[in-house]
């Protein structure tokens, strides 16, 4: 158990639908990552939340949006979902207090299909 | 761009039998080479962090190590239970982005 905590585990949605992720890091831990992984991509780094702030993009599309609240869980929306969205959806936490950058914790995961 | 490939995509083992997996990586000013276990439907799971060439590191049979272009994971007399998707990361200077590789698919056979 890592410590990080996601839900839901599962998602099944229609095209055209939205649909919100939740992630609550590691008790202490500032920074939180969003990576999308698919059979075919392999883990893409999405977006980075230290303390609140965003830090960093990566490909994220601009359907989707994230945030991290003052209690530091953090939230990813998915919205216009597509077929190609279904993918598993982690959120990662890491220790680190600079920022972030050093080993991440990964959650779970969501598993979203899109029929 | 920053790299990270990872070789082979899979490898398949009797119980028993050593061999290395390979991560070759291209990014700017290296600050640190990450090592993840993977199963199935699950997170990946933190193993080791590398820092400088030369650094090894060691977990019961897993071993990596690093180079200034590559990192190895060693796994000494697998056993079934090892069977995962070992994942390799690093994250370049200037950045709190680790860029992950594809992956290795590791099944050992018993």
């Known amino acids: 158990d890592s410590g990080v905590t996601q839900t839901p585990k599962h998602l099944i949605t229609a095209t055209g639908q939205r649909v919100t992720l939740r992630c609550s890091p590691r008790?202490?831990?500032?920074?939180v990552y969003w990576y999308q992984q698919s059979l075919d991509q392999g883990l893409q780094f999405l977006i980075h939340?230290?303390?609140?702030?965003?830090?960093a993009k990566g490909n994220i599309l601009e359907r989707f949006s994230a945030q991290q609240f003052p209690d530091l869980h953090s939230e990813l929306n998915l919205s216009s979902l597509e077929l190609g969205d279904s993918a598993l959806y982690f959120c990662a936490s890491s220790p680190r207090t600079s920022g972030g950058g050093g080993e991440l914790f990964f959650g779970e995961g969501s598993r979203l299909t899109v029929l | 761009e920053d790299q990270v490939t990872q070789s082979p995509e899979a490898l398949r083992l009797q119980e028993g039998e050593s061999s290395s997996l390979n991560c070759s990586y291209t990014v700017s000013g290296l600050r640190g080479l990450f090592w993840y276990r993977q199963d199935p439907g699950k997170g990946p799971e933190f193993l080791f962090t590398l820092y400088s060439a030369g650094e090894e590191k060691e977990k019961e049979r897993l071993k990596a190590t690093l180079t200034k272009k590559e990192s190895f994971l060693h796994i000494t007399a697998p056993k079934p239970e090892d069977s995962a998707t070992y994942l390799c990361a690093a994250r370049p200077g200037g950045s709190y982005i680790p860029t992950f590789g594809r992956g290795t698919s590791l099944i050992v056979h018993p």
């Open positions: 939340y230290y303390n609140g702030e965003e830090r």
């Open positions: 008790s202490g831990d500032l920074s």
